[in-house]
């Protein structure tokens, strides 16, 4: 197999199976490029660990060993993290390695989620799998198990060369973007996080836009008008909803909805004082105004 061990490639910037959803934009949890990026760059910290995501890692030995129960696997290794000697920033760690019959070796990858198994594997699932296999070539496969709701599914995933030809190509062009600190695209999804990589400002320093923050102003005008249109249409609803229900506690709607006008307690509580950037918009003489 022509792969090392991880160790020997010190602090080198490296994209994990993990790693390969979010640069392809399949990310199931909603990481984007630009986040990733972020954090190889040292904009934004690692990923804190959740409860959700220890509970997961304690489930997948669980989940392993019935992978191997259904390949009828007669050995069972622990998965190590590898990289190509060609593509040294390229590794992946398998949950575990398997060997079948005559020592015929697969992969295993295990999945602990807190609802349903889908009934096929997900697209970011496909994806890792085919990262892992780049980096362990010599292997016929991975054996791919979910558990989830008190139910377990199992799926072999074979080498496909035009995604892993695709995948590589993105995972390229990518690490160029880390190295030359090129920032991707951002998303919607990005807005929050940005406040976090630039937490402080220059009170000095003002820059000059191009032509097309012209367009972002609009869209995020128009973005602000929909926003304040569809509350208002949404408070007016309620306000008839209550006028008719007056002092009565439910409602039954004609099509069987149920609507609840029930008093709840609110809980007090202080917030801890800190400086939040906020973005403000000062329109022209006559334009709207934040």
């Not at 940005?194 to 923050?213: H, Q």
């Amino acid at each position: 197999m022509a792969a090392v061990p991880d160790e020997g490639h010190g602090a080198m910037i490296s994209l994990g199976s993990s790693d390969a959803p979010v640069v392809a934009g399949v990310d199931p949890h909603g990481t984007t490029p630009w986040q990733l990026w972020a954090r190889l760059v040292g904009l934004l910290p690692p990923k804190e660990d959740t409860a959700a995501m220890a509970w997961g890692r304690r489930l997948e030995r669980l989940v392993v060993e019935r992978i191997a129960e259904e390949v009828r696997a007669e050995s069972i290794q622990d998965g190590y993290t590898l990289a190509r000697d060609e593509r040294p920033w390229q590794r992946a760690t398998p949950d575990a390695l398997l060997y079948l019959e005559r020592g015929e070796p697969w992969l295993a990858e295990a999945k602990a989620l807190r609802g349903q198994v889908p009934e096929e594997p997900m697209l970011a699932w496909l994806v890792q799998c085919q990262h892992q296999l780049m980096v362990w070539p010599d292997f016929r496969g991975v054996a791919l198990g979910a558990f989830g709701a008190l139910d377990f599914r199992m799926w072999r995933i074979t080498p496909h060369a035009d995604l892993q030809r695709a995948l590589l190509g993105r995972e390229e062009a990518f690490l160029r973007l880390v190295e030359t600190e090129t920032p991707p695209p951002v998303e919607a999804a990005d807005n929050a996080w940005l406040a976090k990589a630039y937490p402080l400002s220059d009170t000095l320093r003002t820059v000059r836009l191009g032509a097309e923050a012209l367009e972002w102003d609009a869209e995020r005008q128009a973005g602000k008008e929909q926003e304040k249109s569809g509350k208002t249409r949404a408070d007016a609803a309620e306000a008839n909803l209550k006028f008719a229900m007056q002092d009565a506690r439910a409602a039954t709607l004609p099509d069987g909805t149920t609507y609840t006008w029930a008093p709840t307690k609110r809980h007090g509580y202080t917030v801890e004082e800190s400086i939040v950037r906020t973005l403000r918009r000062k329109g022209t003489k006559n334009g709207a105004q934040d």
